[in-house]
């Protein structure tokens, strides 16, 4: 119970205080809880794991419950995740039913967000059981398998697989380490930049850099014009909020609480699935079914509970495996990088306060997050009306600083956030996938680590295929994977030629 000490009332300050900062990110559209995360890492400099973990976590469970208030008032999902929020919600604020549809949506996410709290609570430490006895082979493996399954489930097979291969690239620029295999010696770079990259690039700024800045260097193509009539806002109501309204939504709830949580275990797959899928279970199964996008509460529910059950899905394979289950808890892996921590099947065993401290964390930041935006409603639903020219300055100010300060006042880091900045930028015109590439860029590192430490302690390819009964699951799970890659992929090629003939 040594966690208790920890549980100071800055903990819970910070926690509250990054559940509001996220709400505000979520809420405006084109800002993301990945982006309000990645911005604000740096401010954890100062602070204690613990500290840090409460603020991130408050962060991302806000920027996932904020994207329901411009999707519901406004038709704009403020976050990918609540782009099913808008078939019924923004109707329901059309009919004049703007607020019910705010707090039934608030509600659904707090359901969401604290059943996925529970399984990550419950599972977690048994999966990490299980992942301890890995060798370096399950392990390669473990990490391939995410590699696959982040390329499946991209929107363009090659291109989510291209991404990742780049990503893998740049992670191994730098000296190969002898630690690791290697031979002490600069790889993957030009002789004049060894004095900069010895070391590789550094996380964080690569982190800020694409998905702040780029962020940041789309909005600021679309110009700074503000649409007066389609940012007017009103929660003039009709039909009061009533808890009534969940009496015949339980199996909805849990539903689609569950494959929220299901869906931010597979890596890489991302909210906007997951409410995507939820909706459709709900409209194949409720017995209103032909209402559902006409304003009805169904869709929202199933929408929202969806999308925050991913909060606590996705920290189930990156605290257990070390494997980021979204973009997000991609750049969660920063916050323990910066205290020396690293994530896997070792992390809950040997950081048990911390482990509960998180969740302590995850359920406080959830109830935070209904407390202020159940009774603030009002106000919060002002945000999506700040101008961001007025936003935009000060983000880029903290990302600068946060960039330079991540190494004691390192110029060449501020450089590589540019340099990564742009890219971010560049990458999303040309359709490369920013989520694999990071990805990617986190894991290459440690695949081939795994694979070098398994050739040299069994010495031949086959161990990968006949170290254990687990190895051969695992290979065939990447069969799996890659199968329904492709077949996604004729799908979707068979779809877009019927098109095409439609039209002409």
Known sequence: MEFLTALTPMYFFLAFFGVAIG????AIPGMTATMAVAVCLPLTYALDLNQGLALLIGLYVGGISGGLVPAILLNIPGTPSSITTTFDGYPMTLKGEGERALKIGIVSSLFGGLLSALILFCFAPLLADVAIKFSF???FLIILLALTVIA?????????????????WLSLIGTYDTSVGGNGETRLMADFMEPYLASGFSLLPVLIGL???AAILEEAEKGIKENAADMKVSLKSGKKFSFNVFRNQKTNLIRSGLIGTFIGMLPGVGGSAASVLSYTQEKNFSKDSDQMGTGIANGVVASESANNGLTGGALIPLLSL?????????????AFTLQGIQVGPLFIGENLDTWNTMMVALLFANLAMFAIMFFAIKYIAKVV????YLLYPIIMMMCVVGAYAINYGVMFDVWTLLLFGIGGYAA??????????????????????????????????SIFFTKS??????????????????YQAVKARKARLSTATAQA
Not at 23 to 26: H, T, Y
Not at 322 to 334: K, Q, R
Request: proline share 4%.
């Open 23 to 26: 709400i505000i990110f979520g």
């Open 137 to 139: 082979v399950e392990k």
């Open 152 to 168: 499946s489930l991209s929107k363009s097979m090659m291109m989510g697989l291209f991404s990742g291969l780049i990503g893998i």
């Open 211 to 213: 998905f702040g800045v």
């Open 322 to 334: 070390g494997i980021p289950g979204d973009s997000t808890t991609a750049v969660l892996i920063g």
């Open 385 to 388: 009306m700040v101008p961001k």
């Open 428 to 461: 999303s015109k040309i359709g490369i996938e920013i989520a694999p590439l990071v990805i990617g860029f986190i894991l290459g590192g440690q695949a081939e680590v795994y694979f070098v430490k398994s050739l040299e302690s069994f010495g031949t390819y």
């Open 469 to 486: 009964p687990m190895a051969i699951v695992l290979w065939l799970l990447i069969a799996l994977s890659v199968g329904f890659s492709i």
